[in-house]
C-alpha cells in the first residue's frame, strides 16, 4: 500500500491538480476524494444529499462519517497506491474541525501528505469564478487563516504518522502543479 493524502483548501484547485495528476499516473493508482465517500456514507443514513449541507450536520455524525470514510479508504489502500484528497482542516457551523478524526487517521495510514496551495488572493479569485459552489467562509485573511490551519493539521498528523509533508504550488498551470505531485508520488515505493 502506498497512500498519499493531498489536501488544500477549497478554491485551490486541489481536486483538479489530482485528477491530473492521477491521469498522467495510470492505472497503478486510484484517486479517492474523501468528501465524495463522506457524501455516500451520509446519503446512506438518511443524513444528506448535498455537499454543502455536510458541514452543518453534528460534530457526532461528522466523525461517524469520517471513521467509516476511513475505513473504506483503508479497505480501498490494500495493496494499492492510492491518492487521497481531502481537507485537513473543515470549516463547519461548529468551527474549524479536523478532516481526520485520531480514528480515521491511524485507519488511513498516510505515507506522505501534499499540500496544494496558492496565494489567498488566487484562491479568491477562483471562489468568484465558481458558480457551482458555496464557500462558508469568504475574504482574503479567511483564506489565509483556513490555509495556515491546514498546514498545522498536517504536520500534526505527519507527527502522529511519522509522514512527511511536502507542498505544491498551483498558482497558474494545473498541468505544473499536477507533474509536481506526480513526482512526489513516485519518489514512494514503487507500485508493485
Do not use: W
Not at 490551519?149 to 498551470?173: C, F, G, H, I, K
Not at 509536481?180 to 507500485?191: K, M, N, R, S
Amino acid at each position: 500500500m502506498d497512500l498519499t493524502v493531498v489536501s488544500g483548501v477549497p478554491g485551490v484547485g486541489a481536486s483538479e491538480v489530482c485528477r491530473t495528476a492521477r491521469a498522467e499516473l495510470g492505472d497503478g493508482y486510484e484517486l479517492i476524494n474523501f468528501g465524495d465517500v463522506m457524501l455516500e456514507k451520509a446519503a446512506a443514513r438518511g443524513l444528506t444529499r448535498d455537499r454543502d449541507e455536510l458541514s452543518k450536520l453534528s460534530q457526532r455524525d461528522l466523525q461517524l462519517l469520517q471513521r467509516r470514510s476511513a475505513e473504506y479508504v483503508a479497505g480501498r489502500a490494500r495493496g494499492r497506491a492510492v491518492i487521497l484528497n481531502t481537507h485537513l482542516a473543515v470549516a463547519t457551523v461548529h468551527g474549524y474541525l479536523p478532516g481526520l478524526s485520531r480514528s480515521s487517521l491511524r485507519d488511513v495510514d498516510p505515507d506522505r501528505f501534499v499540500l496544494i496551495e496558492a496565494s489567498p488572493e488566487t484562491i479568491a479569485s477562483r471562489r468568484e469564478e465558481a458558480s457551482y459552489r458555496s464557500y462558508r467562509e469568504t475574504g482574503v485573511h479567511s483564506i489565509d487563516f483556513h490555509q495556515d490551519l491546514t498546514r498545522t493539521a498536517a504536520m500534526s498528523y505527519a507527527m502522529q504518522t511519522d509522514a512527511p509533508v511536502r507542498m505544491v504550488e498551483n498558482e497558474s498551470s494545473i498541468e505544473d502543479a499536477a507533474a509536481d505531485l506526480v513526482a512526489i508520488v513516485t519518489e514512494g515505493d514503487p507500485v508493485e
